[in-house]
């Protein structure tokens, strides 16, 4: 398996523009995690999917993020408009349940955001 | 969430045993005891978890205190592979269980030549 694939690897923008990140979860995960992390603040849950459902989106910092998760092979945050503060990694994560309990989560290489 | 506590950085010698202490008095009975580690410019990686018993695989030790309010991390033979930022989280596992977690800051491990 190819692990949690996101794209782009590095982006780049300037303020007011619109960004969209791309992941794609490891087949057959149910689970699907957007964080962000940064020197400041440390790697933070945004917002989590179970099924294509989001079940808690309460550490979205504003009305700008928005996630979606069309179907079980992919998922996209959208930030609009950008801010310099957005600056950071954003890395997507995917697990699944197996004997009842959920498992680890596999995460991807990430995504460097960088809004001059 | 319950909170854990960590050094903020620990050093070791190559091929050197490295114990990673991870404080978690507030644990309640359901959670599991998870370990991630993220190496520079990576994403985490699972490393290891358990809920009371020691547990052993290819990459680590876990250590669980009798009472739960502390573990430990150990590495048995620190490479300088394994020069990371070291996490010690709480989640409940069982199904339907509310996955977020809270990763805090981790302990950065330098590993000496």
């Known amino acids: 398996d190819a692990g949690v694939i996101q794209s782009p690897r590095h982006e780049v923008t300037e303020m007011g523009q619109e960004v969209t990140l791309r992941c794609k979860p490891i087949?057959?995960?149910?689970?699907l995690f957007w964080y962000r992390q940064t020197m400041m603040r440390g790697l933070e849950l945004l917002i989590y999917?179970?099924?294509?459902?989001?079940?808690?989106d309460s550490g979205m910092p504003e009305d700008r993020f928005s996630a979606k998760m069309p179907n079980a092979s992919f998922s996209t945050l959208k930030i609009q408009p950008s801010e310099p503060r957005d600056s950071a990694v954003y890395f997507c994560?995917?697990?699944?349940?197996?004997?009842?309990?959920?498992?680890?989560?596999?995460f991807g290489p990430g995504t460097r955001l960088t809004v001059l | 969430d319950a909170k854990t506590t960590q050094p903020n950085s620990m050093e070791s010698n190559e091929e050197e045993p490295v114990h990673l202490p991870c404080n978690h008095s507030?644990?309640?009975?359901?959670?599991?005891i998870h370990w991630y580690r993220q190496l520079p410019s990576q994403g985490p990686e699972y490393v290891i978890h358990?809920?009371?018993s020691n547990v052993n695989n290819r990459m680590a030790s876990l250590a669980i205190a009798e009472d739960r309010k502390s573990s430990t991390l150990i590495l048995h033979r620190a490479t300088l592979r394994d020069a990371a930022v070291y996490y010690c989280?709480?989640?409940?596992?069982?199904?339907?269980?509310?996955?977020?977690?809270?990763f805090g800051t981790g302990t950065k491990l330098q590993v000496i030549p």
């Open positions: 507030t644990i309640s009975g359901t959670d599991y």
């Open positions: 087949s057959g995960h149910d689970y």
């Open positions: 999917f179970n099924n294509n459902v989001p079940i808690d």
């Open positions: 989280i709480l989640r409940d596992d069982r199904t339907g269980g509310y996955q977020k977690v809270t």
């Open positions: 994560a995917s697990s699944f349940l197996a004997g009842g309990l959920a498992r680890e989560q596999f």
């Open positions: 358990g809920l009371t």
